[in-house]
């Protein structure tokens, strides 16, 4: 599954993705695109999957059209993702094109 992480996802999480291709916004240089653009970007890219921690996107964006499915992360703390890295993990391979998906990060 081809995922992408946003820029505020700890970039070490991919490693409990290992089964999964893992690139993030920054290194496919769209680091300055909105959300909206990036998500379209994204979509269109072949990414399966789209992790972020910003809470807020689901207000702000409408995911009516994209295939992309969307997992947010309620926390920021890579400690706090790094505890419940098998939670995110079950999350994503639970996905289908186009949910959204927002994992509660204790």
Do not use: C
Request: overall charge negative.
């Amino acid at each position: 599954m081809r995922i992408l992480f946003d820029q505020g996802t700890p970039v070490p999480l991919r490693e409990y993705l290992n089964s999964h291709q893992v690139e993030t916004a920054f290194e496919r240089g769209w680091s300055t695109l909105t959300n909206g653009e990036l998500l379209a970007r994204a979509d269109n890219e072949g990414f399966e999957v789209f992790v972020t921690t910003d809470r807020a996107l689901p207000g702000q964006q409408n995911f009516d059209g994209l295939s992309i499915a969307i997992v947010v992360l309620s926390s920021t703390s890579w400690p706090r993702i790094q505890k419940a890295a098998a939670a995110v993990a079950l999350a994503i391979d639970a996905t289908v094109p186009g949910s959204f998906i927002e994992v509660s990060i204790p």
